[in-house]
């Protein structure tokens, strides 16, 4: 006996639809886990002895407007915290510089660093067309000090 049209049929049908009831359950889960996983990038201490001015003035800019040039004594180049070459200084920062117009370049070196070292960096951030240049100073480092 051959079955009619129709033949057998499920008893349950499956929903077309995607259950909602938890996804806020879901996406509260995910927003935590990112705010507990994400990782903030801090500058590395370094052992320092500051340039001494007498007239200095605090930077109020927000960290990420803030550029770090550090010059070691050796002549190495540490641009945020990575080592960088002397030439290609002028080339990593005219696009930053062009991109974000209020983006301060701080240049921060020890006391013993030889001057040389700091001209040259002067004179490729002059040919990156940087105009917002400050140097780091021990009186601006304590002023940061005391506010934190």
Do not use: C, H
């Amino acid at each position: 006996m051959g079955l009619k049209s129709g033949g057998l049929q499920r008893k349950s049908k499956a929903s077309q639809e995607i259950p909602s009831s938890s996804m806020a359950d879901i996406a509260f889960l995910l927003l935590i886990f990112f705010m507990v996983s994400t990782v903030f990038q801090t500058d590395k201490d370094r052992p320092i002895d500051w340039a001494a001015a007498e007239a200095t003035e605090k930077i109020d800019e927000k960290q990420k407007n803030i550029l770090n040039i550090w010059v070691e004594p050796n002549g190495d180049i540490f641009v945020n915290d990575v080592q960088r070459q002397m030439a290609e200084l002028s080339d990593l920062v005219a696009p930053m510089y062009v991109s974000n117009r209020s983006l301060v370049i701080s240049v921060r070196s020890d006391r013993s660093v030889p001057y040389r070292f700091i001209d040259l960096v002067q004179q490729e951030l002059v040919s990156a067309g940087v105009v917002r240049v400050v140097f780091a100073t021990e009186l601006e480092q304590s002023m940061t000090r005391e506010r934190r």
